[in-house]
């Protein structure tokens, strides 16, 4: 009896969901688990960076989605029901060979290589199912909630298989049912624990898994900066200086999402920690993009044209996700009245790259970073300013 005791805590199931840990920290297993999915990100950026055309895009639309589907998940079951046994470290171990074998596989991203790709995404799909399937096996009171994940995520992985038998044209059908599929679980969930008068919060060290997330995306635009400078044939003082603005126009970015974002709490509720993760999709998607313009814009042919299009309606995107997260976040006391101006004033930023890109305007490289950065400086002086004025009536 000592002995199964002793075993079962050495071993150790999930922890119970309703039983969270106060003010846990992210630990250093989950930052090692995070460096993964560092080179997954970075070998699909890299493949659209060389291959720029729609259907490309929506090839990596497609494979960031399912990448982040498996870190979000890995991260939440992580959250919710890790622990310090050897089974939660032997689960997130076996998880990152999984990510790790994907990132070889997201090398070789060709028709030819279609097959090895979806085996190792379903290998990815049935782990995670099993995951969410073995805390209700461990927690019975769990399997109502868990029910709808392993439903649809198995729905998901014969999807997945079905797509090895059928021509490449069913994947414009498939692709997005294995995405429903994934994404819908915790939408469906929320109605169940409000049946039993039960809800979930997303917890601060969830959301400060999702900011390591973002700064990981942020990692490749610095990369893109790189690349792209890279490429000209002379770094001379003009390439010095395209380079300071390209990284100035990055550090605004994350001026403006670190700020805004990470540093705020989420609001309370299941369904709202639901779609704040949701709308990490096209801003993590959108910084992506702005990552792989880097590459050719710095480059004198039509390439830069094409980049700056993407660059402009990715930055669009990207302010208008920051607005909308904005809407799901709890500003503290007298800063709540200043809320609803800084997610218009994000909306108004957004709508005047949208149209500039719309009405694409013959602007070298330089005058055209230049045009973005004092955009973006003009809308943090604004949000400056609306900040430190709650301030200085608080201070009075």
Partial sequence: MAFSKVSSAWWGPPKKF????????????????DLVYVIAIARITHHLSQHLSLESFFEYAALFMLIFWGWLNGSLYHDLHGNEGLRTRLMTLWQMMIIAALSITLDHLSPEDYASITVVFMIMQFYITYLWWSVGFYDP???KYNLPYTVLYLISLALMGLSLVLSPAWLKVLVPLIIICNYAPPFISQFLLRRTNTDLNLSSSMFERLGLFTIIVFGELVIGVVNGIGEKEVLDFSAWVDFGLALAVVFALW???FTLVSQREPKNGF??????????????ISLGLIAVSFTSLFVDNHEAYVSENIFGYAVTIFLISVSLMIGLLEFPGAFQKIKRPIRVSLLLTALLFLIATFFHIEWNVRTYLLGVLILLLAEITYLNTQYYGIRAKLEE
Avoid at 18 to 33: G, H, K, M, N, T
């Fill in 271 to 284: 369904l709202n920690a639901s779609l704040l993760e949701l709308l990490y999709v096209p801003a993590l």
């Fill in 18 to 33: 309703d039983a969270p840990e106060e003010d846990r920290r992210v630990s250093w297993l989950e930052l090692f688990y």
């Fill in 141 to 143: 009171s769990h399997r």
């Fill in 255 to 257: 001026w403006i999402f």
